[in-house]
């Protein structure tokens, strides 16, 4: 449906901050829910974060609330999620996401998005 990629992934130490971009190509992009999941080895891929298509409404974890921001920039079909004071556990492999039907609500179930980029690496040195 549309092609993601990301970027800007890497090596950070405790406490610091790192930006991740996910850039889209397709018309529908604009209409699309995306999302943020993260997978560390050995366990199931995770719910980071969501946005509405207008950015009206977002949607985060418990675990990063406060400390992550997602967000959007339509005129350039790209996301973003700003990760702040990160920690040990944020480690992973982090994903973007589309929505499969658009105009849809922030969802965290994976089955519910139908495109994914091929993720990019997060590791937080502690």
């Known amino acids: 449906q549309v092609q993601l990629v990301e970027s800007g992934g890497g090596l950070v130490q405790a406490g610091g901050s790192l930006r991740l971009s996910c850039a889209a190509s397709g018309r529908t992009f604009r209409s699309l829910t995306m999302a943020w999941f993260r997978q560390a080895p050995g366990k199931e891929r995770q719910f980071v974060a969501g946005i509405v298509p207008n950015s009206v409404s977002t949607d985060y974890a418990d675990s990063v609330e406060g400390r992550f921001t997602i967000s959007r920039d339509n005129a350039k079909n790209t996301v973003y999620l700003q990760m702040n004071s990160l920690k040990a556990e944020s480690t992973a492999v982090y994903y973007c996401?589309?929505?499969?039907?658009?105009?849809?609500?922030?969802?965290?179930?994976?089955?519910?998005?139908?495109?994914w980029g091929q993720g990019t690496q997060v590791t937080v040195s502690s």
């Open positions: 996401a589309g929505h499969s039907n658009p105009y849809r609500g922030v969802t965290r179930t994976t089955t519910n998005f139908g495109s």
